[in-house]
């Protein structure tokens, strides 16, 4: 049972626009949410987080929102960048060890 | 510091043949993760490791799957008469307790012919 759905697989944005992945959950259980970015032949590296006591986390050019009403959390980029091109998972867990992961949608940023 | 590593990196095996996965993790993590990615989806979870103890083993797929750890370090994932629906990315994660942020290794591409 997927708890955590990604449900754009891939994502083409051009160079210094914003590029924003979305992500769905059903257990109203989870607490804390991730996202992972991931380069081929690479393991996943983490990116940036959220507690659900907070709706909105910024670092750099990488800000997650949260929206726990709708289930729903989003990362956008901005400005994207060519490095940004790999696949990025949206990952949750009830604070505890168990991550949940979406299958992750493929960022192409277009020079 | 030193990041998780796995090895193999790659593994092509026959069916019916057992194969080892290890993973070394990042010095001083006390939890220990292993995940399957199998083509096209996301990281399934397969088994949690708290120091030498596994506390959680509900994600590991049949009874030919089963690991280990020694050492509070190195875990190896072991797959029994391997089948070809074992064929994935077997990633290993590690993190200073349970419930911090996880590191992962650059996982496994396990073939199974």
């Known amino acids: 049972d997927q708890q955590v759905k990604q449900n754009s697989p891939s994502l083409s944005v051009q160079e210094g626009r914003i590029s924003i992945l979305n992500c769905d959950y059903t257990?109203?259980?989870?607490?804390?949410f991730l996202w992972y970015k991931k380069y081929p032949a690479e393991g996943p590296t983490f990116l940036i987080s959220?507690?659900?006591?907070?709706d909105k986390n910024e670092d750099g050019r990488f800000t997650v929102f949260l929206n726990k009403s709708a289930k729903h959390l989003s990362l956008h980029i901005v400005p994207s960048q060519p490095g940004d091109s790999a696949v990025y998972f949206c990952?949750?867990?009830?604070?505890?060890?168990?991550?949940?992961f979406g299958a992750g949608t493929t960022v192409t940023v277009r020079a | 510091g030193a990041g998780v590593s796995q090895s193999p990196s790659n593994k092509v095996t026959e069916k019916g043949k057992d194969v080892e996965l290890r993973c070394d993790p990042i010095?001083?993590?006390?939890?220990l993760y292993w995940y399957r990615q199998s083509l096209g989806q996301g990281l399934e979870f397969l088994i949690y490791?708290?120091?030498?103890?596994?506390?959680?083993k509900s994600g590991l797929p049949s009874d030919r799957f089963s690991a280990e750890r020694t050492g509070g370090s190195v875990s190896t994932l072991t797959i029994q008469r391997t089948q070809q629906e074992d064929s994935a990315v077997y990633l290993c994660?590690?993190?200073?307790?349970?419930?911090?942020?996880?590191?992962f290794g650059p996982g496994t591409r396990l073939t199974v012919l």
């Open positions: 010095s001083g993590h006390t939890a």
């Open positions: 490791f708290q120091g030498n103890s596994a506390p959680d």
């Open positions: 257990n109203s259980m989870f607490d804390y």
């Open positions: 994660a590690s993190s200073k307790n349970s419930g911090n942020t996880q590191y």
């Open positions: 990952a949750a867990n009830r604070g505890d060890y168990k991550l949940s």
């Open positions: 959220i507690s659900s006591i907070k």
